[in-house]
């Protein structure tokens, strides 16, 4: 008797380790197939089976509480689009941009400006093996941080990486370049934390000059960034600020952001601000789906002419 009932309870414990371990394993993969880690306050929409839109919106989070974020994810393991630079020297405004290429589905501006009499060569931009501008700010320049990463990508517009931007650019052998800043998260590191962390600085950072990194990066502004994903896919991504609805994030807090909610193996700040733009194809009135402040009204109007922009096809 007694040896029949040690082995029903061996059957048991040996019966709930395997469940356990089947259940383990079934919430492992099934979270893995989904790249937003907490959906709460999101809204998910499928442009194409490969993009996916995102849009966070929340007013009781305590963390990211009146923050307006949208993310656009493209897959390009699915072989059904890639990936596209545009660069206007003329500049213009990205619903502009996009009549001028067929079949685009979504975009947001890029990078900082290269035409700009005061700092046009604080940036790299290469586009299919031409390099179109060159940095040659010295160290010492208040524009030494603006091209601290790049993204390269293929011709293809299929393979991308982020990562630090070297001392000479001639060494990167990818046929396209386009230079940001700062570094948000490199290889899993969210190295944005601590790049312009004003918390407990006894500094008045309205003194600085508006370029100073602390100054641009230390404070809440709109925010547009780019990130890859450790499966390969690239994340396009606007922040809204300057409004009670949507109060705009630090590059530290844009970096805790996309770390609770993607954990991308990398990210990086592009042009922000009033340059801050996203569209999504059939979205009214114009496309624009965020709220550019160039007009000082929360409304999908108030585009800036850019001269760069990243689009999916």
Not at 76 to 97: C, I, M, N, Q, T
Not at 138 to 153: A, E, L
Not at 174 to 203: C, H, Q, V
Request: hydrophobic share 40%.
């Amino acid at each position: 008797m007694l040896k029949s009932k040690i082995k029903i309870v061996a059957m048991f414990i040996a019966f709930a380790v395997v469940s356990c371990q089947t259940y383990q394993s079934v919430t492992r993969k099934t979270s893995g197939k989904n790249e937003l880690l907490d959906q709460k306050d999101w809204k998910i929409d499928t442009l194409r089976k490969d993009v996916i839109w995102y849009h966070y919106a929340s007013t009781t989070d305590p963390e990211f509480a009146n923050q307006n974020v949208n993310v656009v994810s493209f897959d390009p393991k699915a072989r059904l689009g890639h990936a596209v630079l545009a660069y206007e020297k003329e500049k213009d405004s990205l619903s502009v941009f996009t009549s001028k290429i067929p079949g685009l589905l979504a975009g947001i501006n890029a990078t900082y400006f290269i035409e700009k009499k005061d700092s046009a060569d604080y940036m790299h931009l290469r586009l299919k093996g031409k390099d179109l501008q060159q940095v040659k700010v010295p160290k010492s320049s208040i524009y030494w941080w603006k091209h601290q990463g790049m993204m390269t990508f293929n011709n293809d517009g299929t393979q991308f990486d982020i990562q630090f931007s070297p001392e000479d650019f001639a060494t990167v052998k990818s046929e396209n370049i386009i230079t940001g800043a700062p570094m948000l998260i490199a290889n899993y590191k969210p190295i944005g934390l601590t790049f312009a962390d004003t918390s407990g600085l006894n500094l008045d950072l309205k003194k600085l000059h508006y370029e100073h990194y602390l100054k641009h990066q230390g404070v809440r502004h709109p925010r547009t960034a780019i990130s890859v994903t450790e499966a390969g896919k690239l994340l396009l991504i606007t922040v809204d600020g300057r409004n009670a609805a949507a109060k705009g994030m630090s590059a530290k807090e844009l970096t805790k952001f996309l770390v609770r909610y993607f954990n991308p193996k990398s990210a990086m700040n592009i042009d922000g601000g009033g340059s801050t733009m996203m569209w999504i194809k059939g979205q009214l009135p114009n496309g624009i789906v965020n709220y550019p402040t160039d007009n000082k009204k929360f409304d999908h109007y108030g585009q800036r002419k850019v001269e760069t922009a990243l689009f999916i096809k």
